[in-house]
């Protein structure tokens, strides 16, 4: 009886063990932190934190469990202003406006106040400012400058952008909401988006 009740001890002493461990191994999961829109893994004390730039910028979250929400919204995020940045390359307006909410606005130099991104005139400016040289790595054309996860319903962000293309370099101050396309799938679709602080591209 003895040598039973010590196995069942030990064996409860290693499952704890081990689902300690499994959470902190979520915890420190680097692969949650979107490295691809230069964010770096920052560990402090088995706590994940992702940081823009470099460990200890002042552009930085700590990823929240346990659906790491802000994380992936930003990774998302991301993956939607790519979409945009590759659809203007090929001058595809039809996926560039799949890809904003409906009553989505643009503003800007040259845009009319409340203009909908989605109209002629709001395509024809964001295209003459989204125009790469050919052969320019879209995925370096954009930096990640501040995120936010604004919360709501539906779930909204705030992302500001630095893009380089062929005759500027400018930032976009956009919302995104994350958007029922079809049954089952959801999308971060743009909301708003304001094109600012332009200078000419020197390269």
Not at 12 to 40: H, M, N, T, W, Y
Not at 103 to 132: D, V
Not at 189 to 202: I, Y
Request: charged share 20%.
């Amino acid at each position: 009886m003895g040598r039973t009740v010590v196995f069942i001890l030990l064996v409860a002493v290693q499952l704890a063990a081990a689902a300690s461990a499994g959470a902190s191994d979520v915890k420190i999961d680097g692969r949650l932190c979107p490295f691809e829109l230069g964010f770096a893994t920052c560990n402090n004390a088995s706590r994940l934190t992702c940081c823009l730039g470099s460990c200890g910028s002042r552009n930085c979250f700590e990823v929240d469990q346990p659906d790491a929400m802000k994380a992936k919204s930003l990774r998302n995020t991301g993956v939607t202003i790519f979409n945009l940045i590759k659809a203007f390359s090929q001058r595809d307006h039809a996926t560039v406006t799949s890809l904003m909410a409906e009553g989505a606005t643009s503003s800007g130099p040259g845009f009319e106040e409340g203009l909908s991104a989605k109209s002629p005139r709001a395509l024809q400016l964001q295209q003459a400012a989204f125009t790469y040289p050919a052969g320019q790595d879209l995925t370096s054309s954009f930096q990640v400058l501040h995120y936010d996860l604004l919360g709501g319903s539906p779930l909204t962000s705030r992302v500001i952008v630095r893009h380089h293309t062929k005759a500027y370099q400018f930032e976009v101050d956009g919302t995104f909401e994350l958007t029922d396309v079809e049954p089952g799938k959801r999308k971060w679709l743009m909301r708003d988006a304001r094109l600012e602080n332009f200078q000419p591209c020197l390269s």
